[in-house]
């Protein structure tokens, strides 16, 4: 059976148990699969990029709530009037 598995970098648990910042390391700052039996177990993401992914899932938020307001009724108003 195949996986598929979403970043360039994999080790095993075997592995990261062993030496986990050497594995944390080869990913050079991106995730890394961390595999069990071959398959997918987790992906190990270093902090900068789970704050990144946090940023972004925040700025999709924010922009379907935009979205959404934009429907809304709204009042025009002229430069003079404010």
Do not use: Q
Request: glycine share 4%; aromatic share 4%; proline share 5%.
């Amino acid at each position: 059976m195949t996986h598929v598995i979403l970043t360039e970098i994999a080790a095993s648990i075997s592995e990261l148990k062993a030496n986990p910042m050497k594995v944390i390391a080869s990913g050079k700052g991106m995730p890394i699969a961390v595999l069990n039996r071959n398959k997918p177990a987790f992906y190990c993401v270093p902090a900068e990029a789970y704050e990144a992914m946090m940023d972004l899932i925040e700025d999709k938020e924010l922009l379907k709530l935009a979205k959404s307001r934009i429907k809304d009724d709204s009042v025009k108003v002229s430069m003079g009037e404010l």
